[in-house]
């Protein structure tokens, strides 16, 4: 089973960025699609984007298009998220999660999640 740390949160302006971490244990990480999930108080859990266990494939929630972008270094068992032009409606917590072996971009087909990271944008 995968287990996943986040990092890499903290307090932005709005136009800042931020790259998000997600650190995996076990061989088995680069076998899994991988995705990015967001909660602000008050809110259900969101999807924000998702990425085929090759990187070979991205998607992405309509609201974050264009200025984020999700990656992986299977090498280093990580996962990533870049946040460009940070607004403060994309303020929340960020919390990384285990998908299936095939691709999918179902928040239902994902679990295993880790802690999350807090986002904070100030405007």
């Known amino acids: 089973q995968v287990q996943l740390v986040e990092s890499g949160g903290g307090l932005v302006q709005a136009g800042g960025s931020l790259r998000l971490s997600c650190a995996a244990s076990g061989r088995t990480f680069g076998t899994y699609t991988m995705g990015w999930f967001r909660q602000a108080p008050g809110k259900e859990r969101e999807f924000v984007a998702a990425i085929r266990s090759n990187g070979g494939s991205t998607d992405y929630a309509d609201s974050v298009k264009g200025r984020f972008t999700i990656s992986r270094d299977n090498a280093k068992n990580t996962l990533y998220l870049q946040m460009n032009s940070l607004k403060p409606e994309d303020a929340a917590v960020y919390y990384c999660?285990?998908?299936?072996?095939?691709?999918?971009?179902?928040?239902?087909?994902?679990?295993?999640w880790g802690q999350g990271t807090q986002v904070t944008v100030s405007s």
């Open positions: 999660a285990v998908g299936p072996r095939y691709y999918s971009a179902r928040p239902s087909d994902f679990g295993s």
